[in-house]
């Protein structure tokens, strides 16, 4: 090919450029189709752990660990600012689908249990604390909702979200819940411990 070609003049495909494309599109082909079987993998165990079956039960009654966090109007929100009451900790992001299919159980579950003593609290792992407050003004959330740290999910081993913990009364994890669930599913959880 010659160098000084018009760049914007458009080159048509000689026969020596389909020959070499015939060469490389099957593995072209192959590598996308594995790279798609890789990803439909990861789908398939995320969503296998994500249904109720695999609910996760880990550090049962072992009390909750400490924090301390900035809430979406500025202010310090400790865990311990919910002593006595039943908590559900939800680890959640605007840009986690399953956490915004999620939300509007848990907008309910606040709706509908807060007065027997269950306070949900959600923990945005969002990089920016606008997108939090937009969605919040969006879905009419009036439970807390802090913003999380890494550090925060670390020590709670946070993996995948949602993660929520259940917390009873005295402070103590009574569940670890990987991955959305049901109103049904989630307040059948909830109200042994109200």
Not at 77 to 84: E, I, P, Q, T, Y
Not at 172 to 193: E, F, N, S, V, W
Request: charge should be negative.
């Amino acid at each position: 090919m010659p160098d000084d070609l018009d760049p914007g003049v458009e080159e048509r495909p000689t026969l020596r450029h389909l020959v070499s494309m015939s060469k490389t599109l099957p593995t072209l082909l192959v590598s996308c189709g594995l790279g798609l079987l890789v990803i439909a993998g990861v789908g398939l165990l995320i969503q296998r752990e994500s249904t109720p079956q695999a609910l996760a039960v880990s550090g049962k009654n072992q009390s909750a660990p400490a924090w301390s966090l900035t809430a979406l109007d500025g202010k310090n929100v400790s865990l311990s600012d919910f002593k006595g009451r039943v908590v559900l900790m939800n680890f959640w992001a605007t840009w986690c689908p399953p956490c915004r299919e999620e939300m509007p159980q848990l907008i309910a579950l606040q709706k509908d249990l807060g007065k027997a003593g269950l306070t949900v609290v959600g923990i945005s792992m969002d990089q920016e604390k606008e997108a939090a407050s937009a969605y919040v003004t969006e879905t009419g959330i009036e439970f807390p909702i802090v913003m999380g740290t890494e550090s925060v999910a670390r020590v709670h081993g946070v993996s995948i979200l949602p993660t929520s913990f259940l917390i009873d009364r005295e402070g103590r994890i009574a569940q670890t819940i990987l991955g959305p669930r049901t109103y049904t599913q989630l307040a059948d959880l909830i109200k042994p411990l109200l």
